[in-house]
């Protein structure tokens, strides 16, 4: 059975509830700050349980945190169609990276109910824990923990700035739940995402067909110089850690220019010790990540960046610690979702291209198990990661009826 386009999702309701998601860790630029098992993160999750429950769905919670609500198929030996994103954001994060994903995923249900629709599969709305790691050092969280990436106990232990742990945070906001977290028989996954790139807008397209997401690697570097007198320390016997660690980054920007438009290369943190004008600075703790489309790229740097950047430090008078948190390898997503997408635009007249994902997203974690694709609708500029990103209701709106259709498309196959 497919589904019909006089199927509409709401799109009026899906901007007043994107809104008022918003209000929750507003900022006063016009952004959100709901930095990941905070308080914040708290209200927002109690505002997503109560909307749920507003619809009849229970919210189950797993011992990391992931919330899922459960809407009834048809045929109980059917698995359930997953869909969703994360609601926690950066510190100087957008209104919609990760809230359009769950909120166009609340919409869909809402749209069901209104509509009397049952699937015949079941169809399960999740939020994931901590997508952007930007409180923790380690993204895709709550995703990774569920796809068994990660064990639950390493990432209890991890330690935000001032020294708390995940185990802790959780316990604190009361979202450590009573579910394992541990992956359930899925069907398939779709996660609704904006672009958080130039292409879409460029090219005048309104939807972005996922084919898959680019390979990572991050670390946590930590260079050790001497804390000396500014005034006295002549350069003959300076340990400066601040000047070793701006060589290394830019070796970093060194090698993504020389990879072209593909590259990426970020240190996006950066802690000086003691931070003090007149000390010449002991200690820098950083973090460094490169990413790429080609898979074998992020191998190769993987393999001999740590030996180029550790001489390069000792040549500066100082050690280097790097820690290597993660490889992501590149991540195709799967044909036939990918198609439901493809189809679902198509039919309902919407420009479109294929794109891959620059951005590391939840749905790279599950398409390791289940069947999986991405919608990207564009952003203004490309510009996320930023309190000025915006999309404008309509974008929301194509973008959550495109989920709607492929969402409705697998679960009535
Ligand atoms: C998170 O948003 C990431 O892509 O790093
Ligand atoms: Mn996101
Ligand atoms: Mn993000
Ligand atoms: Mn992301």
Not at 69 to 97: C, E, I, N, Y
Not at 147 to 158: E, I, N, P, R
Not at 181 to 206: C, N, V, W
Request: proline share 5%; net charge negative; aromatic share 6%.
């Amino acid at each position: 059975m497919s589904t019909s386009t006089n199927q509409r999702i709401n799109g009026t309701r899906l901007w007043s509830t994107l809104m008022a998601m918003a209000e929750i860790g507003a900022t006063p630029k016009g952004g959100v700050k709901r930095l990941t098992l905070t308080e914040v993160d708290k209200a927002g999750r109690q505002r997503f349980t109560e909307w749920c429950e507003a619809l009849g769905l229970k919210v189950r919670v797993d011992a990391i945190g992931n919330m899922f609500a459960r809407r009834d198929g048809r045929d109980p030996t059917r698995k359930p169609v997953l869909l969703g994103s994360h609601l926690d954001s950066q510190p100087t994060g957008g209104k919609f990276d990760g809230a359009l994903g769950v909120i166009a995923g609340l919409e869909v249900m809402r749209t069901l109910n209104d509509l009397g629709i049952t699937t015949e599969a079941p169809i399960e709305l999740v939020n994931w824990t901590d997508e952007e790691g930007s409180r923790f050092g380690h993204s895709l969280m709550g995703s990774g923990v569920w796809a068994g990436v990660y064990t639950q106990d390493k990432v209890y232990g991890l330690k935000d700035l001032d020294g708390v742990t995940v185990g802790e945070a959780l316990d604190s906001i009361g979202y450590k739940g009573e579910h394992p977290a541990k992956p359930f028989p899925a069907d398939a996954y779709f996660e609704l995402h904006i672009e958080q790139g130039p292409f879409l807008e460029r090219e005048g397209k309104q939807i972005g067909i996922v084919t898959g997401a680019q390979a990572q690697v991050w670390y946590d570097a930590v260079i050790t110089g001497q804390d000396a007198h500014a005034g006295t320390t002549p350069p003959s016997t300076r340990k400066d850690a601040l000047v070793a660690a701006a060589r290394v980054i830019a070796k970093v920007d060194e090698m993504m220019r020389a990879r072209g438009d593909d590259g990426r290369g970020t240190v996006g943190r950066l802690q000086v010790f003691p931070n003090s004008c007149n000390v010449v600075p002991g200690e820098v703790r950083f973090s460094i990540e490169f990413r790429h489309p080609d898979g074998a790229e992020i191998e190769g740097i993987a393999k001999s960046f740590p030996a180029e950047v550790k001489a390069l430090v000792e040549e500066s008078g100082c050690s280097l610690e790097l820690k290597e948190l993660f490889v992501i390898a590149a991540q195709p997503f799967d044909k036939e979702c990918v198609d439901l997408v493809r189809q679902a635009a198509a039919r309902l007249g919407y420009p479109a291209r294929e794109i891959i994902s620059g951005a590391g997203h939840d749905a790279v974690y599950v398409a390791r198990l289940i069947p999986t694709a991405m919608i990207f609708t564009p952003c203004k500029d490309g510009l996320s990661h930023n309190e000025a990103e915006s999309i404008l209701p309509e974008e929301a709106e194509v973008g959550c009826q495109v989920l709607f259709e492929a969402v409705v498309a697998r679960a009535n196959r």
